[in-house]
């Protein structure tokens, strides 16, 4: 998974007491030397070790997180949605510029953190250079923050696969994760109340072709209400980018019985809006909760996730045209 590198990140207060707890373990002891000169010494390498310890994670955790110009465009856009790509740009920046800032601190000093001084002159540098460094480090504190929430974010992001890909969508509570229980080994979370799904999730249907086994993915959105896209709220928006970005397939459910709580007419007219959104993708149309209602006079595939009637000839036309 690509986002399991972003490592565990500390605020510039665990930073800095990790850092000072380190280097206070340092003792140096070279035998048949001075006690001062062991004391300078022990100086010295704290004051390297430190600005070791901060430079290097304050650069892990940069290095850590995914270049945004090279991550796909769902992905990018789940970060916009959820963290803002632009804050979470703002705090990579801001940390690297800590990460540059301490090592320049360091260096400007280095040469005077020599043996040749004495202890009090060495503690002077050692001092300036702890103070100095842990001011930058908690000028960053609020950024360091929000990289540490980003990373919880990011890692909960689902796992996409390059292979054929089904996107279901549809009105809030019309059987959207029901409809994914059916067709793939995923487990979602299904409800009598709308927005009962607020992410994008996927499962995976598998189908024998000739000899090989076949692997389709399966994603299942949050509902979509019929209103202007730039209308749409988070939970909704990521539903549109599971359409824009990864469908190569839409499975659109109506829920002609309206128990969803929703009328038929505002489902259609999300159909038309999605219709247009998505002039060039391939989309099947399905009335779910057949169950409920008798009638029959529609042109749509009729299924029932809770009797499983029509889900067969579904997979079938969903099979037939995604190849197609
Ligand atoms: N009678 C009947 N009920 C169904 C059928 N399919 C789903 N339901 C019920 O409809 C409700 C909503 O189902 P979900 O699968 O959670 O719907 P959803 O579209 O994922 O809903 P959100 O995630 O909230 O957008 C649940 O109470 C389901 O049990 C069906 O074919 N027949
Ligand atoms: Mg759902």
Redesign the pocket.
């Known amino acids: 998974m690509m986002f399991d590198k972003i490592p565990n990140i500390l605020t510039a207060e665990e930073l800095l007491e990790k850092a000072f707890k380190r280097v206070k373990k340092i003792n140096i002891k070279q035998s048949g030397k001075p006690v001062v000169h062991n004391r300078k010494k022990t100086i010295i390498s704290r004051t390297t070790s430190f600005r070791d310890i901060i430079v290097s994670n304050l650069d892990r955790y940069v290095k850590g997180f995914p270049s945004l110009d090279r991550l796909p465009g769902f992905y990018l856009e789940l970060i916009d949605i959820k963290i803002g790509k632009d804050q979470l740009k703002h705090s990579l920046g801001a940390v690297d510029w800590a990460r540059k800032t301490c090592a320049r601190i360091f260096s400007s000093k280095k040469r005077k953190l020599s043996v040749k001084n004495d202890i009090n002159t060495l503690l002077r540098f050692q001092n300036e250079i702890y103070g100095r460094t842990s001011s930058v480090v908690k000028q960053v504190d609020k950024h360091l923050k929000n990289l540490k929430n980003a990373r919880k974010i990011i890692r909960k992001f689902p796992d996409f696969r390059d292979l054929p890909t089904i996107v279901i969508a549809?009105?809030?509570?019309?059987?959207?994760?029901?409809?994914l229980?059916v067709l793939s080994n995923a487990k979602?979370?299904?409800?009598?109340?709308?927005?009962?799904?607020q992410d994008v999730y996927i499962g995976h249907m598998e189908n024998k072709e000739k000899y090989i086994t076949k692997v389709y993915q399966i994603i299942?959105t949050?509902?979509l209400l019929d209103r202007p896209l730039e209308k749409k709220n988070k939970i909704e928006r990521q539903a549109i980018a599971a359409l824009r970005y990864l469908a190569d397939l839409i499975v659109f459910?109506l829920d002609p019985?309206e128990?969803?709580g929703y009328s038929i007419k505002e489902q259609k007219n999300l159909l038309k809006q999605v219709n247009e959104l998505f002039k060039n993708k391939k989309i099947i149309v399905v009335e779910?909760?057949?169950?409920?209602l008798k009638e029959d006079k529609t042109k749509c595939l009729r299924?029932?996730?809770?009797?499983g009637d029509g889900i067969d000839k579904l997979k079938q036309v969903i099979l037939e045209k995604i190849r197609s």
Do not use: E
């Open positions: 549809g009105y809030p509570n019309v059987g959207k994760s029901s409809l229980k979602p979370k299904i409800a009598r109340y709308p927005f009962t799904t299942d949050p509902g459910i019985s128990t969803c779910n909760k057949a169950d409920l299924i029932s996730c809770k009797t």
